[in-house]
């Protein structure tokens, strides 16, 4: 979704702009230049800045899941309870 147009600035372009360690709105439009024209776009542009700051700051600060779950048999075991 195209969020500025002056621009030619996505949704996905503001996402990546966070992964990439752009903390704050400030910084988006200084990498972006997103909302620096005629202005429209900027409460779209912020509430997809703090969207994307919110769900990339929590994958960051979350536990590590593990890959197996107790209880349930992996593929090895699968396979060596057929055989
Ligand atoms: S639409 Fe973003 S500055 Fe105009």
């Known amino acids: 979704m195209i969020v500025c147009v002056c621009h030619r600035v996505s949704d996905r372009d503001i996402a990546r ?6 903390a704050s709105f400030e910084e988006l439009q200084a990498e972006l230049r997103v909302g620096t024209r005629c202005g429209a776009c900027r409460p779209c542009a912020q509430e997809t800045f703090e969207r994307q700051m919110a769900v990339q700051g929590s994958a960051a600060t979350c536990a590590p899941v593990p890959l197996v779950r107790a209880g349930v048999p992996g593929r090895a075991d699968s396979l060596a309870a057929a055989a």
């Open 17 to 22: 702009a966070v992964g990439e360690g752009c």
